[in-house]
Nanobody
Framework: QVQLVESGGGLVQAGGSLRLSCAASGRTFASYVMGWFRQAPGKEREFVAAISRWSGSSTFYADSVKGRFTISRDNAKNMVYLQMNSLKPEDTAVYYC??????????????????WGQGTQVTVSS
């Protein structure tokens, strides 16, 4: 089992940057596919990015964030990050970190992830 805690959210102007962090518990962190999802008010939770287990050699992004966001992991620190650049008002949402030992990395279905953090708010002003 793994517990996830996100941090790094906040208020930023359009065009700015933020880096979200997700701290994971447990000694088998490297074996988990890690993902980031977001949910805006009145909308369904949507896939943002994912990184493969172990070395994290494969990364996947939603079309809406491709080229602006970068997901990475540090297995020695049990951390996963989401670097967000060129932020837009439509990026405003609660961002969630998620983990799964069984999901195929890149699968955008949130119900395939077993573990979730509490979320961190990102607000982008125009």
């Amino acid at each position: 089992q793994v517990q996830l805690v996100e941090s790094g959210g906040g208020l930023v102007q359009a065009g700015g940057s933020l880096r979200l962090s997700c701290a994971a518990s447990g000694r088998t962190f490297a074996s988990y596919v890690m993902g980031w999802f977001r949910q805006a008010p009145g909308k369904e939770r949507e896939f943002v990015a994912a990184i493969s287990r172990w070395s994290g050699s494969s990364t996947f992004y939603a079309d809406s964030v491709k080229g602006r966001f970068t997901i990475s992991r540090d297995n020695a620190k049990n951390m996963v990050y989401l670097q967000m650049n060129s932020l837009k008002p439509e990026d405003t949402a609660v961002y969630y970190c998620a983990a799964s030992r069984t999901v195929l990395a890149g699968t955008p279905d949130s119900d395939k992830y077993n573990y979730w953090g509490q979320g961190t708010q990102v607000t982008v002003s125009s």
